[in-house]
């Protein structure tokens, strides 16, 4: 084991004015913000999201992206959507989705975008499912 390459860092969040100006805001408004502020903008997002449901979900990603190198990497994956409530909810047909478990997760938010997910599950061709779990998918 090797130190330095077990304490080596992969960056999780970046942000930019470019990033906020796709995301909407202009650039006039953009250009005001010092490195100050841009260094509080990137405070703010890790204090509100890298709490304990933050390492929750990498360790479960850790996992994932292990199981899946034991059982070789999958080319196309089942994915089964439920949408709307709990008391009434509406399973879509299961899509064959190409690509990996994670171009699977992107179909998802990018086909039922603005819709509340009940349950998705996705699951490799021969092999085990994964649930992503119960959430609303932003506009």
């Given amino acids: 084991m090797d130190s330095l390459d ?63 190198k034991q059982q070789g990497t999958h080319q196309a994956h089942d994915v089964t959507v439920t949408i709307g409530s709990l008391g009434k909810p509406l399973q879509m047909p299961t899509e064959r989705v190409e690509g990996s478990y994670e171009d699977a997760e992107h179909w998802i938010e990018q086909a039922y975008k603005g819709c509340t997910i009940v349950d998705a599950v996705i699951e490799p061709r021969g092999g085990q499912e994964n649930e992503t779990g119960i959430g609303t998918i932003p506009d």
């Fill in 6 to 68: 077990w304490s080596r860092k992969f960056t999780v969040l970046s942000i930019s004015r470019l990033d906020l100006n796709s995301l909407g805001i202009h650039p006039d408004q953009v250009s005001t913000l010092t490195d100050a502020d841009m260094d509080r903008i990137a405070d703010i997002l890790i204090a509100h999201h890298f709490d304990h449901e933050f390492e929750e979900e990498v360790l479960f990603t850790a996992r994932l992206v292990l199981a899946e």
